[in-house]
């Protein structure tokens, strides 16, 4: 090889791996407008301790529910339990096309940092909830039939209300933050509640309930208003 044609392919590598890079440290995903206030700096701490390329002030996601892939089985795990009510709070998933959900419980109110979940959407439309511990020993196995969950939404449940990851479920609140993950969660996503009221109560540090979804395709938050999404099922 000559030095112009060596030159030129080291400079062909050093573009490609910039932009790889570059790919994997930012939002590939559609940012919210405007990005939510959050105080504090536990989560940006945590983020950073990671590893993980993520300005948590400015890279929120306007990501709000989610498709399985199409494998059918798709993870969850609890990252971090920051709460008072940790130990009361339940963690699932319903259905986002509907008005009033059916709520399909898979994390417990035992459930606890690092514990993990194997959700299994099956062509039957039943969803099968397989939950382990943070040692990962299987602590049971759920079955909700005829589910038919196609359009995911994620929620959190306890003391403080029942809270969804759709702004509009909340009366217009954000009670949770989603992020893209970087780096080896790249292709993975963060979902990061507030387990009180966001006007009434809330610190709004967002680091309540912390969670890792893999096997999850985004899909963007729609403009339309929830009066609009529940005129659809009268």
């Not at 096309?97 to 194997?118: C, D, E, I, K």
Request: glycine content about 10%; aromatic content about 12%.
């Amino acid at each position: 090889m000559n030095v112009k044609r060596y030159r030129c392919a080291l400079a062909l590598a050093f573009l490609v791996t910039t932009l790889a890079s570059v790919a994997s440290a930012a939002p590939s995903f559609p940012v919210r407008n405007p990005q939510v206030a959050l105080n504090g700096t536990e989560l940006q701490n945590y983020f950073n301790g990671l590893g993980e390329a993520i300005n948590v002030y400015t890279d929120q996601l306007q990501a709000q529910t989610y498709v399985h892939s199409m494998s059918g089985n798709s993870g969850m795990t609890i990252m971090i339990e920051l709460a008072g009510n940790a130990d009361q709070n339940t963690l699932g998933i319903y259905d986002a096309t509907v008005a009033s959900p059916t709520l399909y419980q898979v994390f417990p109110g035992a459930a606890a940092a690092h514990w993990s979940a194997m959700v299994s959407f099956l062509a039957s439309g039943d969803i099968v909830v397989n939950l382990f511990d943070n040692n990962a020993i299987l602590q049971g196995t759920t079955t909700y039939s005829g589910a038919n969950v196609d359009s995911v939404g994620f929620y959190l449940e306890g003391p403080g209300g029942t809270f969804y990851s759709e702004d509009r479920r909340n009366g217009g609140d954000p009670q949770a933050l989603m992020f893209q993950g970087t780096g080896q969660n790249f292709g993975d996503f963060w979902v990061c509640w507030e387990d009180l009221h966001f006007n009434a109560g809330s610190d709004q540090d967002f680091n309540d309930e912390v969670l890792l979804i893999q096997s999850f395709a985004p899909v963007p938050a729609s403009p339309a208003t929830w009066g609009k999404i529940k005129a659809q099922y009268h």
